[in-house]
Nanobody, 123 residues
Framework: QVQLVESGGGLVQAGGSLRLSCVASGRTFSSYAVGWFRQAPGKEREFVASIFWSGGSTVYADSVKGRFTISRDNAQNTVYLQMNSLKPEDTAVYYC????????????????WGQGTQVTVSS
């Protein structure tokens, strides 16, 4: 079992930065792929970024490439999402998800999900 807790959300002006954290409990966190997703009001949840177990392979949605960076610290059981050059359209609740299958994470079918953290970008 893995439990995930997100933090780091908040209100920021357009062009600003935030760093989200996803802290996991569970001894085998290093064997899980982890992804970030977001859901804006009235919209479907969408994939943002994912990272493989070792941290050596990352995938990003086109909408965030060059602005967001996903990373992980397995010793701290934490995955980060550094968000720079934020835009109002980045406003959403951000969730992290984990699974032993990287493909499942990418498809939004990870077994484990956090409760989400709100990110609001003002124009």
């Amino acid at each position: 079992q893995v439990q995930l807790v997100e933090s780091g959300g908040g209100l920021v002006q357009a062009g600003g930065s935030l760093r989200l954290s996803c802290v996991a409990s569970g001894r085998t966190f290093s064997s899980y792929a982890v992804g970030w997703f977001r859901q804006a009001p009235g919209k479907e949840r969408e994939f943002v970024a994912s990272i493989f177990w070792s941290g050596g392979s990352t995938v990003y949605a086109d909408s965030v490439k060059g602005r967001f960076t996903i990373s992980r610290d397995n010793a701290q059981n934490t995955v980060y999402l550094q968000m720079n050059s934020l835009k109002p359209e980045d406003t959403a609740v951000y969730y992290c998800a984990a699974d032993s299958s990287a493909a499942s994470v990418r498809k939004g079918r990870g077994n484990y999900w956090g409760q989400g953290t709100q990110v609001t970008v003002s124009s």
